[in-house]
């Protein structure tokens, strides 16, 4: 008989795309996903990974197994989905992925509030950005996900996850102290022609909508420089190398090189939770949910 262990740990290989990341996913050791993978190797007498170059592939025959794993972890999280509802209390092992400002600005609050009322919840929380989170989501290798979308970017949810709205997360422009706009109780985003940017790569969420408003608006920018984390935007603004947008969720204090300068109109972007439509009857996910909603004022500075 095959063992689910082992298949979930080839399944989270096949979602995650090397054995690092599914090891970070499930919270073991890149070495304990490699074993178990390879007794299920011997049991099934079958090359599940394959090298290639310094990482591994699944084989087609690890492909099969694979999809085959996620059919059996959807029948075991509607097992688990009934003793739970029958038992009424937040109770198992709930996994979140949330994208970085809300893992920094609001999770820390929510998963310590959810730890001391429901102690026989487990909460285990990574940073995931939310395009890629939502995937998760949909293949079962995460519970849940805190993602966002903006005005011009609808969030592409597939069918069988279902959401709530968590809040509206408003976001401000970043300048130099002593940049001509510094100062100015507020910009229209036509006057922004010129200017040298700093924003989040290309592919990322923040990054497209800075593209296409500013385009929209008449101005082609100038985007100098790339960074994934907000501080990083923040600490470049700071030194005099551009402008940045960046939400205010999880932003913190600006340093003493940089100021806030509201764009008009305002930018603004909405929070959500995601889950599968097959657990929401979880008493886990309604109390997550409620208990995001619940804290998002304090975590939202206005």
Known sequence: MLDLARLRALHAVSVHGTVGAAATALGYTPSAVSQQIAKLERETRTTLLERRGRGVALTEEARHLAATAQELMAIVERAETELEERR??????????????????????VLADLARRHPALDTRMSEV???????????????????????????????????AVIGDDLCDLIVPVGHRLAGRASVRREELRGERWITQPPGLVCHEWLVRTLREAGCEPDIAHHAEENPTLVALVAAGLGIALIPRLGRGPLPDGAVTVRLDPLPVRRLYALWRDGASRRPAIAETVRTLQAHWPDAAPR
């Open 129 to 163: 950005d939310p395009h890629l989170s939502i995937d998760l989501v949909a293949k079962g290798a995460v519970d849940m996900a805190v993602v966002h979308d903006w005005d011009i970017a609808p969030l592409p949810t597939p069918p069988g996850i279902g959401q």
């Open 88 to 109: 009424g209390l937040p109770a198992g092992r709930l996994t979140i992925a949330a994208f970085p400002s809300a893992a920094r600005g609001l999770l820390p609050g």
